[in-house]
């Protein structure tokens, strides 16, 4: 989970206001296209090649800045959407296109996360013919992941789209019927060992 926002964090009142007065003034770019009334659901033609049981998150791909995108991790309890600095700079973005923001992230465990900045990009996603094409905002972090990116829940309502971990898909309405991104079940398998390498490492480095 990661939460922006100081009155999350715990620290003063006044940041707090600040912060609500940021996320207030934020402007998410809802979509602005027309919508076909779409009933969203999952059958077991969205199960085919998933092996079960699994407790995999759902990990998919994005085309964004011209780049294919992979291993971005989808995550409802984000309340932010998250680019991390390593992606950031292979999508060829720079500094420059950073906007300034102080607005604190919390983690999990509790660690206070500060952005480099805010940065709009632009954002294709969905399938062969039932595509969106929009811009939204990604916090830049300079923190080690084995992903590139965290979709939380501004781009998830933006899309409004309904999540299945256990189908390792997202579905959501576009003007020419359901669109879908599917997860590959083996991503989140080898973005947890590269966790625990990168874990093992730092824990090396503290014994030397």
């Known amino acids: ?82 680019l991390f600095l390593e992606a950031f700079k292979r999508m060829e973005l720079d500094e420059t296109d950073l906007q300034p923001i102080d607005i604190p992230l919390v983690c999990f465990n509790g660690e206070v996360v500060c952005p480099l900045g805010k940065v709009r990009v632009p954002v294709e996603a969905g399938s062969p013919l039932h595509t969106v094409h929009f811009e939204h905002d990604f916090l830049v972090v300079a923190t080690l992941s084995p992903y590139n990116a965290i979709l939380g829940r501004p781009i998830l309502h933006a899309l409004q789209a309904v999540v299945s971990t256990y189908h390792l898909a997202l579905k959501f309405p576009t003007n020419t019927g359901r669109g879908v991104m599917c997860g590959d079940q083996l991503e989140p398998r080898k973005c947890y060992v590269a966790a625990l390498k990168a874990k093992g490492k730092i824990a090396t480095t503290r014994k030397c």
């Open 1 to 82: 989970m990661i939460t922006r926002g100081s009155i999350v964090a715990g620290y003063t009142t006044s940041a707090g206001r600040k912060s609500v007065r940021e996320l207030e003034k934020e402007d998410n770019n809802p979509l602005k296209r027309a919508r076909r009334e779409e009933v969203i659901y999952f059958t077991e033609d969205d199960i085919r090649g998933i092996q079960y049981p699994h407790d995999d998150v759902l990990v998919v791909r994005l085309l964004s800045n011209d780049f294919r995108v992979k291993r971005i991790l989808v995550d409802y309890s984000s309340s932010t959407n998250i």
